[in-house]
Protein backbone atom coordinates (compact mmCIF):
# COMPACT_ATOMS: atom_id res chain seq x y z
CA UNK A 1 0.00 0.00 0.00
CA UNK A 2 1.36 3.26 -0.91
CA UNK A 3 1.53 6.67 1.28
CA UNK A 4 -1.17 8.05 -1.34
CA UNK A 5 -3.70 5.43 -0.83
CA UNK A 6 -3.78 6.00 3.58
CA UNK A 7 -5.29 9.84 2.94
CA UNK A 8 -7.66 12.13 0.71
CA UNK A 9 -5.55 15.08 -0.78
CA UNK A 10 -7.08 18.06 -2.39
CA UNK A 11 -5.03 20.91 -3.15
CA UNK A 12 -6.32 24.71 -2.86
CA UNK A 13 -6.56 27.39 -5.19
CA UNK A 14 -3.77 29.47 -2.27
CA UNK A 15 -0.08 29.57 -1.27
CA UNK A 16 -1.09 31.56 1.65
CA UNK A 17 -0.41 28.17 3.85
CA UNK A 18 -2.18 30.32 6.69
CA UNK A 19 -5.38 30.86 4.85
CA UNK A 20 -5.86 27.09 4.33
CA UNK A 21 -4.98 25.93 7.57
CA UNK A 22 -7.67 28.39 8.11
CA UNK A 23 -9.70 27.25 5.78
CA UNK A 24 -9.22 23.32 6.59
CA UNK A 25 -9.85 23.93 10.53
CA UNK A 26 -13.48 25.52 9.59
CA UNK A 27 -14.03 22.35 7.32
CA UNK A 28 -13.45 19.96 10.11
CA UNK A 29 -15.18 22.10 12.46
CA UNK A 30 -18.27 21.41 10.56
CA UNK A 31 -18.03 17.84 10.59
CA UNK A 32 -17.01 18.06 14.50
CA UNK A 33 -13.64 17.59 14.51
CA UNK A 34 -11.83 20.42 15.99
CA UNK A 35 -7.81 20.58 15.87
CA UNK A 36 -5.78 19.92 19.11
CA UNK A 37 -2.06 20.46 17.94
CA UNK A 38 -0.50 22.08 15.01
CA UNK A 39 3.35 21.21 14.73
CA UNK A 40 5.19 23.68 12.14
CA UNK A 41 7.28 21.71 10.28
CA UNK A 42 9.00 24.46 8.55
CA UNK A 43 10.11 26.38 12.08
CA UNK A 44 10.78 23.26 13.69
CA UNK A 45 13.24 22.07 10.65
CA UNK A 46 15.21 25.34 10.75
CA UNK A 47 15.92 25.60 14.58
CA UNK A 48 16.33 22.19 14.73
CA UNK A 49 18.50 21.57 12.00
CA UNK A 50 19.02 24.86 10.40
CA UNK A 51 17.41 23.84 6.93
CA UNK A 52 14.61 25.64 4.41
CA UNK A 53 11.93 23.22 3.84
CA UNK A 54 9.11 25.33 3.02
CA UNK A 55 5.72 25.86 4.62
CA UNK A 56 4.44 22.89 6.12
CA UNK A 57 2.62 21.87 9.13
CA UNK A 58 0.94 19.24 10.46
CA UNK A 59 -2.65 19.25 12.29
CA UNK A 60 -3.99 16.91 14.80
CA UNK A 61 -7.39 16.86 14.38
CA UNK A 62 -10.65 15.02 17.14
CA UNK A 63 -13.81 14.16 16.56
CA UNK A 64 -14.47 13.85 20.47
CA UNK A 65 -17.51 11.41 20.20
CA UNK A 66 -15.18 9.14 17.58
CA UNK A 67 -12.64 9.59 19.76
CA UNK A 68 -14.83 8.33 22.89
CA UNK A 69 -16.14 5.54 20.75
CA UNK A 70 -13.33 3.93 20.14
CA UNK A 71 -11.11 4.24 22.88
CA UNK A 72 -13.66 2.93 25.25
CA UNK A 73 -13.63 0.07 23.38
CA UNK A 74 -9.33 -0.35 23.01
CA UNK A 75 -7.53 2.75 25.32
CA UNK A 76 -4.55 1.55 23.36
CA UNK A 77 -5.85 3.09 20.74
CA UNK A 78 -4.68 6.59 21.77
CA UNK A 79 -1.04 5.30 19.82
CA UNK A 80 -2.68 6.23 17.30
CA UNK A 81 -4.89 9.31 17.64
CA UNK A 82 -5.19 12.22 17.00
CA UNK A 83 -6.06 11.95 13.21
CA UNK A 84 -3.37 13.64 11.42
CA UNK A 85 -4.05 16.50 8.43
CA UNK A 86 -0.67 17.58 6.56
CA UNK A 87 -1.19 21.27 5.16
CA UNK A 88 1.62 21.97 2.82
CA UNK A 89 2.44 24.64 -0.50
CA UNK A 90 3.13 22.69 -3.70
CA UNK A 91 3.40 24.31 -7.10
CA UNK A 92 -0.05 26.21 -7.90
CA UNK A 93 -1.35 25.78 -4.24
CA UNK A 94 -1.68 24.14 -0.92
CA UNK A 95 -2.42 20.27 -0.59
CA UNK A 96 -4.07 19.33 1.72
CA UNK A 97 -4.13 15.50 3.26
CA UNK A 98 -6.41 13.79 5.80
CA UNK A 99 -5.60 10.28 6.61
CA UNK A 100 -8.23 7.96 6.09
CA UNK A 101 -9.06 6.26 9.95
CA UNK A 102 -10.14 2.84 7.75
CA UNK A 103 -6.90 2.24 6.50
CA UNK A 104 -4.73 3.51 9.53
CA UNK A 105 -7.42 0.93 11.71
CA UNK A 106 -6.81 -1.96 9.21
CA UNK A 107 -3.50 -3.28 10.43
CA UNK A 108 -5.30 -3.79 13.97
CA UNK A 109 -7.80 -6.47 13.12
CA UNK A 110 -10.76 -5.46 15.33
CA UNK A 111 -14.10 -5.26 13.95
CA UNK A 112 -15.21 -3.70 17.05
CA UNK A 113 -13.47 -0.47 15.56
CA UNK A 114 -14.59 -0.96 11.83
CA UNK A 115 -17.73 1.03 12.55
CA UNK A 116 -15.77 3.99 14.31
CA UNK A 117 -13.35 3.64 11.72
CA UNK A 118 -16.10 3.58 8.89
CA UNK A 119 -17.82 6.83 10.32
CA UNK A 120 -14.60 9.28 10.82
CA UNK A 121 -13.81 8.29 7.10
CA UNK A 122 -17.45 9.85 5.95
CA UNK A 123 -16.92 12.70 7.84
CA UNK A 124 -13.06 13.73 6.81
CA UNK A 125 -14.33 12.77 3.15
CA UNK A 126 -16.82 15.17 3.41
CA UNK A 127 -13.93 17.82 4.96
CA UNK A 128 -12.17 17.32 1.52
CA UNK A 129 -15.06 17.77 -0.24
CA UNK A 130 -15.68 20.69 1.41
CA UNK A 131 -12.98 22.38 0.61
CA UNK A 132 -13.08 21.44 -3.34
Known sequence: MGLQS???TTVLDTNDIDAAVARVTEALKGEGFGVLTTIDVEATLRAKLGVE???Y???????PKLAHAALTHA???GLLL???VTVRTVP???????IKPTEMFQTLDDPGLAKV????DVSL???VEALK
Open 82 to 84: PCN
Open 125 to 127: SRV
Open 57 to 63: RILGACN
Open 53 to 55: FGP
Open 92 to 98: GGTEISI
Open 6 to 8: MGY
Open 117 to 120: AHDA
Open 75 to 77: PAL
